[in-house]
């Protein structure tokens, strides 16, 4: 198996039949018919082993990471991912490594419909790059900065789940395999959800740091705070019957790599919003908190909850 | 000097002022807005230590030769490049590092007009993946396979002293600086040239692998053959003087890390082309030989030309 076969496996993997484009893999780029109703939106991120994932994990869980974590990217701005590039670098040739791969990034992309438009492989430090191309009706994107002081924050889906499998896993528990190993392995990025959500949200983040550091980008450059009820974060019952309410909610509120969305509605919205996300998805909803004009205030119910610094040095 | 710190240095280091970025690099994406006779060109490319350059040349031209294999491969499509998206990964930080490979990335990028519109930093391996992205007018791009029998085959400036120059850098005579060493570290891509090719041209590719290999994925795909007289390759009056015309053919051959075009023209555009080329550019082309039905034909003047196996393993 050479670097060019590599890149055949992974074409023929793929479902590519997009009227939108004109050229496709294999030449020095590629040629995408745009709407000119649309804006083009990108994104790109790079995993590694060792930053991103441990070593060892499956191939197929890397290779389903590596448009994972780009298309969540994609859901924060509202778009609609369509066309992807994957830059492929791995020391050695294992064809079942790559098989596994494979079917990871291929199972992703052919659930999201995106289509594989460039690639490029080549022998060196194990990494994957992802560069991924959407679209937007006409400025209808959401971005990291639009929050009010008065929005309620928002979270979608549960919370710490993934940041507890990531510590099963590094614990040397690697063939262990369950629910939390599986949300690290597998995060659902929340692409149609994030659509539908961009018609009321004023500012929306994917959550991959951590709730509390990826709701900071939301306010913290735009010079605003929060209060949040960290008893209000959702949190798979599973987890809190392993760890306690006390300590899952840890996980949940820095743990990161969830991959949901942390998003602001305004008030007035958010009857609508719920009537409509309910009508359109199972995927729950949590109102959390709401954006204040200064501050970062995190309550437990009715008492005051301090986050101690110990905390934050365990999940660095 | 943190990840954000070189995210910031590098922004600071772009003329980013386009009207068509509704929203630049800081939040998960980007947002374009595009003209609606155009279609979308994207390429990607990474470049890795050891793979692509050799370990310890200066950070210059590492950042250079990130963005530079990228415009080179939207100039063999004949696009215009103007959106980039970076991910920067390094193992440790030394700002001076960081200082050169900005001017690196920053003086070619801005040199081109092109928009930093995302990056993404992380501590791992050493490498540099660019996706690239920008436009051409509907229907104007050339691809690798649109060669026909008795179309002219050229090649833009000259070929082989990159190539040279790298074997000088690798026999550690890295302190040597001269136009060999120049040539591979600071290549040029033809991306005004390309524009102007695509006009004309019926296949187009940039020559990295080296010529021989590069012209053959312009030939061997669609099933066609070529004759190239290879006294007519372009080489630089001073590599001939340095290794005689014997050797320096050689290097121009089968050298690669030319980052020039080649590229099929119809015969009968040959002296339209030729007009048009030398009324907006300095940049010499050659004529090199023709497409064939089948067969690969190499002659130098009226005489056969032999390329051994032992020239191929040399430059692999």
Redesign the interface.
């Known amino acids: 198996m050479k670097e060019a076969d590599i890149i055949d496996a992974l074409k023929d993997s793929m479902h590519q039949s997009q009227a939108d484009v ?2 496709s893999i ?11 109703n ?9 995993i ?1 082993a ?2 991103h994932y441990p070593v060892g994990i499956e191939a197929e869980a890397i290779g389903y990471r590596s448009l994972a974590v780009n298309l969540s ?2 859901a ?2 509202g ?1 609609v991912a369509k ?1 992807a ?1 994957l ?1 492929f ?1 791995i020391p050695s040739i294992n064809p079942d490594w790559i098989k596994g791969f494979i079917k990871g990034f291929s199972g992703i992309a052919n659930q999201n419909n995106i289509c594989l ?2 690639g ?1 492989t ?6 994957f ?1 992802v ?1 991924l ?1 959407g679209y ?1 009706e006409k ?1 209808q ?1 959401i ?3 639009g929050a009010k002081v008065g929005d309620l924050i928002f979270v979608s889906g549960c919370l710490g789940s993934a940041a507890y499998g990531l510590e099963l896993i590094k614990n040397k528990k690697s063939e262990l395999r369950n629910d939390f190993t599986d949300a690290f392995l597998y995060p659902r990025p929340r692409n149609n959800e994030g659509i539908l959500i961009a018609k009321y949200a004023t500012a ?3 959550i991959s740091d951590g709730f509390f550091i990826d709701l900071q980008k939301i306010t913290t450059h735009v010079g605003l705070g929060f209060e949040v009820d960290v008893s209000q974060l959702p949190i798979a019952g599973n987890l809190t019957n392993e760890l306690t309410l006390n300590k899952s909610v840890k996980y949940a509120l820095l743990g990161g790599d969830d991959y949901e969305l942390c998003f602001t509605i305004p008030p007035h919205l958010e009857s609508q919003f719920l009537d409509e996300l309910s009508s359109e998805t199972n995927l729950g909803f949590s109102c959390v908190g709401e954006i204040k004009g200064s501050n970062e205030v995190l309550t437990f119910g009715d008492k005051s909850y301090d986050l101690p610094n110990h905390m934050f040095e365990h999940f660095k």
């Open positions: 004109s050229l294999g030449d020095d780029g590629a040629i995408i018919d745009l709407d000119h649309k804006q083009m939106v990108t994104v790109t991120d790079a590694t060792d930053i990217d994609m924060a701005m778009g066309w590039n830059v670098s438009i460039g490029d080549l022998r060196g430090p194990e990494f790059t560069s191309q937007v400025d994107y971005t990291r900065t929306m983040i994917d």
